[in-house]
């Protein structure tokens, strides 16, 4: 089952809404009366179904051929189908792989249409591998980062409770790049897990989930800054956007 394998809840919700026919193809737009053109994006040759875009468009299985040796099995129609009888047949580690390849896909087919944006299928994988193994990061306690300078107080540990005088701000921003929408999420609280404060708002826009919280962070910094927190632990899923911000104070 997808739901157990080890990546970002994101992408688990993307393959979601890819099996329950709720992710916006230009097949599905057209059944919602959008007039939307139904050619694939990335082909140009066949009508963009989620199956299509996921199984049997070739842009998939030349990306596929990087990071597995699978592709479209025979008489398969559904994408739901496919990927339960990928993940029956693979390890977790390539499971994580098939799974993080269709939410970069995703993404790189809405950068096209969004802003017309054309990527290469190296591309597609690295962005899938470089993601998949900053979260991963993210979930051990020591925390050993791969992308730069490593300290002893980054622990990013998740749900655990600050201690009794410190807060917790959990920091969150996600992409709706179909409907050009940015949603962030702010929120802080204690030791007792009481809510402090909070804040959630929407923007029209298109842009990377990685500069949206950037955005955020710089406004926590600020509250924490006008609230006179002393003891205060800050958790968010983007490491660049966190190495970023240690290279700035430190200037490495």
Known sequence: MFWLQQVPLKVKNTAWRAITGCLPTRVQLRIKKVQVPLVCPFCE????????????????????ALCWAGGEIDGVVLFGTWLRDVLNRVGADIAARVLMI???????????????NFCTVSKVVESAKVYLDQWLKAQEKTNVLSLGPVYLGDRLELWTKPDIDGIKIKVDATTFDDIGKIGLGIIARDHYNVVLTFKSWCKFG???????????????????????????????????????????????
């Open 102 to 116: 269709c939410w970069s896909l995703w993404n790189a087919r809405n950068d096209i249409i969004c802003q017309e």
């Open 45 to 64: 040759l066949y009508n963009e179904t989620i199956f299509h875009c996921f199984v049997s468009c070739f842009f998939l299985s030349y990306v596929l």
């Open 206 to 252: 298109v842009m990377q989930v990685e500069m949206a919280e950037a955005m955020e962070l710089k406004e926590v910094l600020s509250w924490i800054k006008m609230m006179h927190w002393q003891k205060v632990i800050i958790e968010m899923d983007s490491l660049v956007v966190v190495q970023a911000r240690w290279s700035a104070l430190f200037g490495q």
